[in-house]
């Protein structure tokens, strides 16, 4: 028997409580969110050469590339060379890249080049999307050069209304004439979310906004505090022109090109309408290293200042730096998180940096509300950061932990958390996990105040992803939510406002249940986990509610291995249909294997 009381509120649901985390992992961003299509834009050398990019030496032509010794840039101070020598016959020569496990190419689009260039000699340069699977040319554009110091060049090229959609191609660009010219930022952008130049992917965009998230915990993870103090998220070398930003590489391996900066982070957020739950290096990297003391001064400074670019006025310094970038406006903002699992710390010096930023933050900024990423004794957070990756059963066994603790002291933020099995993306079993969490966690909203699912995303290649279970996959072209990703669509837009009595008896130990109510719409929003492999037989008293129709929105499968893929996107996907309550006493099972959500109106 499961028992509603609606009249009688019991607490309030935290109005932010569900929201968004990601980092540059899994190519998230490069090869993921940030719409860039070509693969090492800024040459990156590794010990095969300038990978993702070939020579083209086509007829006669001889060609080969080499480090050039100066770029556009001091952020970019070196290029790549091509050398092209005169030739007897025919020939064409040039560079290809073949993206992020391709390109997406679709009809009647418009695709943004540019390239900073240093020619001699090659005259116009001609950038092609070619077909790998045809040879077709899909779009193309020419570009003049003239000799002479490093110029950047822009171009656009469109598709036709017959080209296919696909992601078997790449980019061409080929030279008019024998000669050498070096290249950098060698860019190639679609059609972005909003149209924002420099933007994202419109798929992806449009995934996020159908979970209804209210904030984007931002830069990270790991990714905020990098291997080494050296390889940190340091903001300050990701704003402004593309050309200015030196790239870095990333604690999952591979080397982040820093378009996804700390501003397109914050036009995320905007594009969204959710805040942004702002990260700060806290002088703390993966691999050991920890500051404190005097040397703690220039990333607390550095910190104040990343607060001042987000939030202030043109009057100030790093305010005005935004308006200069092109955001005149600033951002809402409410909290700040200091570092990233600390607990990781093993030297103990959270305690002190802790207490050090917040000291800090907190004199120029009283305002905001400063999150720790562990408890610490010496200073008084507002929020502590608790991250979870369990199994299902691991989820269970912690479903009642925040059900007893103590509501005066900080408020919990669950800025990580997963049912992990499946892979690359969740499978069934682990949408059933996370769906018992949120119903824990949306009991329990008053204390718990924000929680984000992570990892966001995987590029699902091989070669894409270093953490598997990651609520959206996509390659170059199409992109599909796990069963976990629906599971957070239906929670997250059937939030309600607060939680009313409830009480279940007799039901299997995979059944778990949330009742909130909308307030302003008269709605009970009932949310039933059937986690068990048998049906959960229910007698519903839901008091206060009316009788007639109700609607029912079900995620089903058939087992807990059930999946969805890039191949099989919608295998799992939310049902809707309309159940007939009868409030008093209404007799219905919960199917195995399957979470509902039923929105019924209130008397
Ligand atoms: O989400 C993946 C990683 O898990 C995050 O970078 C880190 O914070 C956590 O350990």
Redesign the pocket.
Known sequence: KLTVDTSTAVATVSPTLYGLMT?E?NYSYDGGLYAEMVQNRSFKRSWQGYESWTVIARGTAQAKIERGATGPSSALPKSMMLKIDPSAGPYEAGIANSGYWGMAVRPSSTYSGSFYAMATGVGSARARLISDVTGATLAEAMIPLSDGDWQKHTYTMKTSASVKPGKENHLEITFEHPGTVCLQLVSLMPPTFHDRPNGNRPDLMEMMAAMKPHFLRLP????LEGDTIRERFNWKETIGPLVDRPTHRGPWNYQSSDGMGLLEFLEWCEDLKIEPVLAVYAGYSLHGESVVGKELEPFIQDALDEIEYVTGDASTKWGAVRVQDGHPVPFPLHYIEIG??DTFDKSGSYEERFARFSKSIRSKYPQYKLIATTPVKESVPDVVDD?YYLTPDGFFEILHKYDTMDRKGPKIFVG?WATRTGTPTPDFGAALGDAAWMTSMERNSDLIVMASY??LFTNVNPGGMQ?STDLIGYDALRAYGSPSYYAQVLFGSHLGDHTVKSDASGVNARFSWSATVSTEDRVLHLKLVNASDAAQPLVLDLRGAKSGSAALYSLHAATRWATNSIEHPDAIKPIVSKVSVTPGNWNRAVAANTIEVIDIPLQ
């Open positions: 980092e992992i990270g993870g790991n990714y990233n699992e991250h990580e992570a990892p953490w």
